[in-house]
């Protein structure tokens, strides 16, 4: 069955801080992504990976980095923390050329 | 603008009773439509989905019907059940610019017993 784990499983964090989220995957997808959930908005899409090495922006991109060193993990960077990013993320694995979605169990993020 | 909507944030029905979630997007170029449930706390899982070679596409208790010509598409749930209480999402892709799913808003539906 799919596995995909983020840590952590909740931050507190301070504005200007720096936030880093990991995910990992052991299902060797090839394609990565990371969404935010906010009420009334559904999932918003971050960023996204092909494969190691790659990153591209997803839809709501501006404040975000993100990072994929390996097959398996895939990091998203808040270098400058705000409290407009208080959220839940979700990370997501996906087999290329398959549409099906595995999510992580998210993230709860707190920026004050 | 959202380039998927789905208009209706709840939607309450009775045990037993047909639920009916409703979905439109705008990007013409979408191919692969999808339902994925969440429950509070939990990680959307994936319900239902067709291409867009087909109208229709039922499993079990579950119907999705997609009318490209109006941008639509829905998921009937038959003889609901309270444990089919969650939130909805509704989700499409255009499989030529990679998988990468644009998600509704989500409906969260009630089954009262």
């Known amino acids: 069955e799919a596995a995909v784990t983020q840590s952590p499983r909740n931050k507190v964090a301070v504005t200007g801080g720096k936030v880093t989220l990991s995910c990992n995957q052991t299902?060797?997808?090839?394609?990565m992504y990371w969404y935010r959930q906010d009420t009334g908005h559904g999932l918003r899409l971050i960023h996204y990976s092909y494969g190691a090495g790659s990153t591209e922006k997803g839809d709501i991109p501006d404040g975000y980095k993100a990072s994929r060193p390996s097959q398996e993990n895939f990091s998203l960077i808040l270098e400058l923390a705000t409290p407009s990013q208080t959220s839940v993320y979700f990370c997501a694995s996906g087999d290329a050329g398959r549409n099906t979605l595995y999510f992580g169990a998210g993230t709860r993020l707190s920026v004050l | 603008g959202q380039q998927v909507k789905q208009s209706s944030p709840s939607l309450t029905v009775q045990e037993g009773g047909i639920s009916i979630l409703n979905c439109d997007y705008e990007?013409?170029?979408?191919?692969?439509f999808a339902w994925y449930k969440k429950y509070p706390d939990n990680s959307p899982t994936l319900l239902i989905s067709?291409?867009?070679?087909?109208d229709k596409r039922e499993d079990g208790r579950l119907t999705v019907f997609l009318n490209k010509s109006g941008k639509h598409f829905s998921l009937h749930i038959t003889a609901s059940q309270p444990e089919d209480t969650a939130v909805y999402l509704c989700a499409g892709s255009n499989n030529n610019a990679g998988a990468k799913l644009t998600f509704g808003g989500g409906t969260r539906l009630t089954v009262r017993p």
């Open positions: 067709v291409r867009s070679n087909v």
């Open positions: 990007n013409d170029m979408f191919d692969y």
């Open positions: 299902n060797n997808h090839n394609n």
